[in-house]
């Protein structure tokens, strides 16, 4: 055990602990990045990104958040905020007569393996009103590759409601 180890333990378990707070203390943030038709130049979607703006540290690396998130559980609750305050956020624009089109949300292996998915996304879809074809799903090329079999029906299932599936990250790995 080397004092590299115990400043990293301890790190994590700061961020962890502070993390299952973030929410509440309004820390966490969605930036929506647009999405352009190479040809035409026009945004034909968003992106929702998630970003943790903590109150003492300042920003924290996302791929370090979502790390901590992953291994400690909190992934769960993390992906439904972002994915109901992009489907708001959405549903508000389109209220306010902005163009109409898709919001994508990336969800994680972990999140795929949520019984519940469906059902959560659903219910952010109602409560919200954003039309299902306003919302696309994006999951990893990884993840579709190693979880092929468990998660067909699910896609299926997102394809029934008329949610866009797309893979992200495509030959990168």
């Known amino acids: 055990c080397t004092c590299q180890m115990k400043d990293d333990i301890k790190e994590y378990m700061e961020l962890s602990n502070q993390l299952f707070r973030s929410i509440e203390r309004e820390e966490l943030l969605v930036y929506y990045q647009p999405q352009v038709d190479s040809c035409s130049g026009g ?7 998630v970003r943790w703006n903590h109150s003492q540290w300042g920003f924290i690396p996302t791929p370090k958040f979502i790390s901590i998130a992953e291994k400690n559980g909190f992934i769960h609750a993390l992906g439904e905020w972002v994915l109901r305050t992009a489907c708001q956020q959405n549903k508000a624009w389109q209220d306010a007569g902005l163009a109409q089109i898709p919001v994508a ?14 059902d959560n996304v659903a219910e952010v879809l109602a409560q919200t009103g954003l039309e299902a074809r306003y919302l696309e799903l994006e999951v990893t090329e990884s993840v579709v590759m190693r979880e092929l079999e468990s998660i067909v029906d699910t896609l299926q299932a997102f394809v029934d409601m008329e949610v866009v599936i797309a893979l992200d990250d495509f030959g990168t790995e």
Do not use: K, M, T, Y
């Open 105 to 118: 949300v990336n969800l994680s292996a972990l999140q795929f393996n949520n019984p519940h998915l469906l």
């Open 43 to 49: 945004v034909i979607g968003l992106e929702a990104l």
